[in-house]
């Protein structure tokens, strides 16, 4: 158990519908990311929040949105859900302390996206 | 862009037997973080190994060893005494730590498969 939560499990949807995500962090970690891996494209990076403000941002579509709330959960809303959004939603958090120069990424367990 | 690069999509291994991932990857920058990632059918993310670029000395953990070639770009990693636990999928990521962001670009994977 890396201590990192997510909800749902699992998650089934119809095209067109919106869902939220949440997730969260291990105790003391400032920072969460979204991961998503699908068949075609693999295991990409989303977006990246460190106490509550954005921090890095990396493929995440126009329709995809993220935010951390002060109690440091995180939740990703998918929007206009498309077949091609199906996917495993992973959250991972870490220190970012910046006393060190790399802090270790703790992966959830992930959310199943299921469009139908 | 950070690219990551696993040219083995399948492999399979006897158990108890040893075996060599590839990954190479492609970056401009002189400090990075590399690590290897598996993913058993629970789907959870495990980090294996991580070795960091400034390091001469390949990292190892217990029966998981690498051999990073700096110059080559090149992080293959290296299971001996194969158990049928490590029949997974094995993801090689890559990490810079400039900007404030320490986000993963992962390869496509390779699976493994240990036959008893």
Partial sequence: DSGVTQTPKHLI????????????????DLSV?????????????????????????????ERFSAQQFPDLHSELNLSSLELGDSALYF???SVSSGLAPYNEQFFGPGTR???L | AQTVTQSQP???????????LSCTYDTSENNYYLFWYKQPPSRQMILVIRQEAYKQQNATENRFSVNFQKAAKSFSLKISDSQLGDTAMYFCAFAETQGGSEKLVFGKGTKLTVNP
Avoid: H
């Fill in chain 2, 10 to 20: 399948e492999m399979s291994v006897q158990e108890a037997e040893t075996v060599t």
């Fill in chain 1, 13 to 28: 949807t119809a095209t067109g519908q919106r869902v939220t995500l949440r997730c969260s962090p291990r105790s003391g």
């Fill in chain 1, 33 to 61: 990311y979204w991961y998503q891996q699908s068949l075609d494209q693999g295991l990409q990076f989303l977006i990246q929040y460190y106490n509550g403000e954005e921090r890095a941002k990396g493929n995440i579509l």
């Fill in chain 1, 113 to 115: 996206l299921t469009v």
């Fill in chain 1, 91 to 93: 959250c991972a958090s």
